[in-house]
């Protein structure tokens, strides 16, 4: 279905380049009925701000209908982002640099004090003028995963389908659709890959993003503009959202190995003859967790568990590291697991909240110690919902929550002589 709009509307935009400034930043009947929206409305800034803050006093400013970058930013600022997140898109843009000019357009972005810069979660398509760069940068040459119309760091374009107007006007598309990314330039597909596949985990960490932990696994997040100390200009600047494909079903352990799983900060994991996830504490007893390498915002998910030596652990969800691999330091929300009297089923954030919502002491007997449980865990919205052995222990409604989106943690509490073990990992995306 989009590629035929995104051919549509490329021969449209292309077409556009050659008129007057009055005809651009403008959507026709049609577009509107096909659900396409303006990000930039060719006189202000608005439904802008930078990155990580409410500010809306950019170092980028309108000049005869286009978003234009000063040409002060650098690798730490600069960045400006849409008020909304967007999920699944296509997403279209025109766009002229100065000789040597850099920006690029990110998108997924998360904003949050832990990511000091948008491109640590947002994947970029690259935008720069490679001659004018090398020229004066001479005689440092960019790497071919630098250059323009990358998907920076990850993925190459066909160079037979370049086309590219130097110093003039040029239009730029991406298309992400549950997974499946396409770059366009000029009315030419360029690049396409499917995110979170073997292939692109192992293109993660083999390359740039080897320790940049959540690098473009998150689902949706605001779309960023950057600009690199060059000037550069932005106009028909556009966006279709495409909707989510809900009900899949995922089973997170193969019962064999930790494929699909990745280890942070200090923590033993194995697994047993009879294919059960043995978490236990590391040698420096300190906090470790097992996370899931892909991101789940809205799911349905229930999990088996037994608590042998001590049971002091949680099911993160939302959630998210920084500081690379070696870090234990995890924002997002805990499904408590725990020995009797200290809230199985309850919810605990870490952002600085802590208990959300406690168990009623009248169910703490529902927990069987030393012996296996069934734990269900839904997330829909902002709403959290969890059951144990069948029972439901608490609901909440949590605006925050709703609004984030992150990786499912198992922990082993700091502490002494904790082993958990799991099972039965069954999610349903919703």
């Known amino acids: 279905m989009y590629k035929k709009i995104i051919r549509t509307s490329a021969a449209a935009l292309i077409i556009g380049m050659a008129a007057s400034c009055a005809n651009h930043n403008t959507l ?9 929206v303006l990000l930039f409305d060719g006189e202000t800034t608005n439904g802008w701000r930078n990155f990580n803050s409410d500010n809306t006093e950019l170092a980028w400013h309108v000049v005869d209908g286009c978003l234009q970058a000063n040409g002060v930013g650098d690798d730490a600022n600069g960045y400006i982002v849409t008020d909304k997140k967007y999920e699944n898109f296509v997403l279209s843009w025109d766009w002229k640099l100065s000789k040597g000019g850099n920006s690029g357009m990110l998108y997924h972005v998360v904003e949050s004090p832990r990511f000091e810069v948008p491109y640590v979660t947002g994947p970029e398509y690259q935008l720069i003028d490679v001659e004018g760069w090398e020229e004066a940068n001479a005689p440092v040459k960019l790497e071919e995963w630098q250059k323009i119309g990358v998907d920076y760091a990850m993925h190459l374009p066909d160079q037979s389908k370049m086309n590219i107007n130097h110093g003039d006007w040029n239009n730029s598309m991406i298309v992400f659709d549950n997974g499946h990314v396409e770059h366009w330039l000029n009315g030419e597909k360029i690049l396409e890959f499917e995110a979170w596949t073997d292939d692109w985990f192992a293109r993660k960490a083999s390359g740039k993003w080897g320790n940049a932990t959540e690098y473009g696994l998150a689902s949706e997040g605001v779309i960023c503009i950057q600009d690199h100390g060059s ?26 190995d930790l494929t699909g799983w990745e280890l942070f900060g200090s923590m033993r994991v194995s697994v047993d003859n009879e294919g059960n996830l043995v978490t236990q504490n590391g040698e420096d007893l300190q906090y470790g967790y097992l996370g899931t390498r892909e991101y789940y915002k809205d799911f349905d998910l229930t999990v088996e568990f037994k608590q042998e030596s001590n049971g002091n652990s949680g099911l993160f969800f939302h959630s998210f590291v920084h500081g690379g691999y070696e870090s234990n330091v995890v924002n997002g929300w805990q499904c408590e697991v725990a020995p009797k009297g200290n809230d199985t089923g309850g919810i605990y954030e870490s952002y600085g909240r802590g208990w959300l919502v406690q168990i009623p002491d009248e169910k703490e007997d529902i927990l069987k110690e030393g012996q296996w449980n069934t734990l269900r865990l839904r997330v ?14 608490i609901e909440i409604e949590d605006e925050l929550i709703g609004s984030k989106t992150g990786r499912i943690m198992l922990q082993i509490h700091d502490g002494n002589n904790i082993t958990v073990k799991w099972k039965n990992f069954n999610l349903t995306t919703l």
């Not at 829909?380 to 222990?393: A, H, R």
């Open 231 to 256: 000037p550069a200009s932005f106009r028909n600047i556009k966006i279709k959202e495409l909707p989510r494909k809900a009900g899949k079903t995922v089973s997170l352990f193969n019962g064999k």
């Open 380 to 393: 829909e919205g902002d709403k959290v919902q969890t059951w144990l052995n069948g029972q439901p222990m």
């Open 28 to 36: 026709t009947k049609q577009e509107v009925a096909d659900g396409w």
